[in-house]
């Protein structure tokens, strides 16, 4: 195998996509489940899909190491870069899909933090006590 498909840069491309979904996921979790705006069936659905994503970037790794490293493997150069190229388009996927993702689910966290805030004034300004 040509030692210059490990160096494609593509292949960079496609671990640092992963650690950005890894670090989006954490970051958003994290935030997710201190905001008390999901109940914790919803929070296990995030953390569900989450994984599943996870996991398909997992086994997209794990085909692009068999791919740049496994000499066993009947493909020529066009072939791995070709299937490399694949790779990097379903991980750009794979990362589209976990920014927007989070950004609904952080928009409907706001969203439902704004309208108990609201609720919240509008009892006091009402001057209903909480019970």
Do not use: H, W
Request: neutral net charge; charged residues 35%.
């Amino acid at each position: 195998m040509n030692p210059e498909i490990r160096r494609y840069a593509k292949v960079a491309d496609i671990i640092a996509l992963q650690v950005k979904i890894v670090q989006n996921y954490n970051r958003t979790y994290g935030r997710l489940n201190s905001s008390d705006a999901f109940s914790n069936d919803e929070l296990a659905y995030i953390r569900r899909v989450f994984g599943r994503l996870l996991d398909d970037c997992d086994k997209s790794l794990d085909e692009l190491i068999t791919i740049t490293t496994d000499s066993k493997l009947e493909m020529k150069d066009d072939e791995r870069i070709a299937r490399i190229d694949k790779l990097y388009l379903d991980m750009q996927d794979k990362y589209t899909f976990s920014q927007s993702f989070s950004n609904d689910a952080k928009s409907l966290a706001a969203s439902r933090i704004k309208e108990k805030t609201d609720v919240q004034t509008s009892r006091v300004l009402q001057g209903i006590k909480n019970e």
